[in-house]
């Protein structure tokens, strides 16, 4: 619940682009996001080997996070963070979004 929260308010504060946009929490209990197909659906299997190459190795601050292919998804051409709570990945996120943007690819 806290960490929808979090969520939330990283949202309303930074809009990376990285993320998948979160329009409404209503008090951490339910978040409202953009739909986005789930990664898993394309068949990307390596997200943690990518997001390791593309961040030099700083996602290990949380890896369930960053290494979960359910936390991400697929907006258009892009893959966005869908689940972005954890306080521990916002200096990532910040200091490599627009890497992380750039870079990863879904490929069906």
Not at 5 to 30: A, D, N
Not at 85 to 106: N, T, W
């Amino acid at each position: 619940m806290l960490d929808n929260w979090h969520e939330y308010k990283f949202w309303r504060k930074y809009r990376l682009s990285v993320c998948q946009p979160t329009y409404l929490s209503l008090l951490g209990f339910v978040n409202v996001q953009k739909y986005g197909i789930p990664l898993d659906e394309f068949g990307v299997k390596s997200s943690m080997v990518v997001i390791w190459d593309i961040t030099n190795g700083s996602m290990k601050v949380d890896m369930h996070a960053f290494g979960n292919e359910s936390n991400y998804c697929v907006d258009g051409e892009v893959v966005r963070f869908l689940d972005y709570g954890s306080v521990r990945m916002y200096p990532v996120l910040l200091e490599y979004g627009d890497k992380i943007l750039a870079e990863f690819k879904p490929h069906k």
